[in-house]
């Protein structure tokens, strides 16, 4: 097996390739190291103290666990120092962090969802970290309107599984690359250069318990699946849901599959359970790049102009046969 740590890796993009900026190198540098400690911290648990509820609630009215909250920390202290943000927004503050003023402003602007998956993290299932990196266009103060690019505006997009192995998953934008965490020696290994999404799929994700809320696209789509070899699709199909996204899209990179969080009609001002700018985005464009395919069931999710920092957005993604089925179930129903 090839030994190429991530650090050869991100300098044969740079210098070989001329795929990313030193700068852009040295941010990712940082992230990559910030990721494992949170995977070190994620590893001790209860032995760390680290499991539990913060008593705190985030912008989204959602409990934060403390997990949430030291992830949050180690990324945003990690970050701060090296020169190469000007701010970066994230799951748990209600607004974006200016990189205070004793430290250099760089060019970038860093997104993350530190913890994906709380609801996991007390039971002992895998959770991870999404991220995404994006231009601060010049002469723009890094306030809340420099985040709001479309999704084909990023330039990195990646997360870390914290499963059996911690795994870490990026796209520079020339397609998809996947490092384990060689824990002994505490190095990024490449472990698979290539991920690609199996077009054909017989395994569906979706939270089955909201089905009653669903758009008829949905439900027609469904209902045909769990007809299985009886029904129009003429084949069996698997169900799987982890409850953390990271671990569900890591799935379908392996192999294959389609993942959908839809709009729901429970709550009109949350079209969707899943944020645009640092879940949504950054997955989609490791999806597509995997050669996947990524829609809110009426376009193509890295194309939404956000008007919001944690807007809300339905998401279906993963093996592109059977995304494009779902969108043209949404056509035919209109
Ligand atoms: P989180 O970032 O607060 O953990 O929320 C996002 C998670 C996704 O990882 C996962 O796909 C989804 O929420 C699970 O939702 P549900 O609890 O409805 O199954
Ligand atoms: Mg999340």
């Known amino acids: 097996m090839s030994r190429m740590t991530l650090t050869q890796y991100l300098i044969e993009q740079q210098r070989d390739l001329n795929q990313i900026t030193g700068n852009l190198r040295l941010l990712l540098e940082v992230v990559a190291r910030a990721v494992k400690a949170i995977s070190v911290n994620v590893g001790k648990g209860a032995i760390a103290g680290v499991l539990g509820e913060a008593g705190t609630d985030n912008v989204q009215g959602e409990a934060q666990k403390r997990l949430d909250v030291v ?91 914290y499963g059996p192995q911690t795994i870490l998953v990026l796209t ?77 899209v890591h799935r379908l990179l392996t192999r294959g599959g389609i993942f959908m969080y839809p709009r729901d009609k429970r709550d009109p001002s949350k079209p969707g359970r899943l944020r645009l700018l640092y879940e949504a985005n950054p997955m989609s464009f490791i999806i597509e790049q995997a050669g996947g395919a990524s829609s809110t069931g009426h376009g193509r999710i890295l194309e939404v102009e956000p008007t919001e920092l944690h807007q809300r957005i339905p998401v279906i993604l993963g093996s592109s046969r059977e995304v494009e089925r779902v969108v043209r179930y949404y056509t035919e129903a209109a």
């Open 71 to 161: 992830a949050n920390e180690i990324l945003l202290l990690s970050n701060e120092w090296g020169g190469h943000l000007a701010a970066m927004a994230s799951e748990e503050m209600p607004l974006p962090y200016a990189i205070p003023n004793r430290y250099p402003r760089g060019e970038y602007l860093l997104l993350f969802d530190p913890l994906d998956g709380s609801s996991n993290i007390d039971v002992n299932i895998s959770v991870g970290t999404i991220f995404s990196v994006l231009h601060c266009p010049e002469g723009i103060e890094p306030n809340e309107k420099a985040f709001l690019q479309a999704g084909t505006q990023q330039l990195v997009a990646g997360y870390a599984l």
């Open 172 to 248: 520079l934008g020339n397609g998809v690359v996947s490092f384990t965490l060689d824990r002994e020696f505490g190095t990024w290994v490449l472990t698979n250069p290539a991920m690609r999404i199996p077009e054909e799929t017989r395994e569906y994700a979706i939270n089955a318990s909201n089905s009653r809320f669903w758009d008829p696209a949905i439900r027609r789509y469904i209902d045909e699946v769990i007809a299985g070899r009886e029904g129009p699709r003429g084949r069996d199909f698997n169900m799987r849901w982890v409850g953390s996204m990271v671990g569900d």
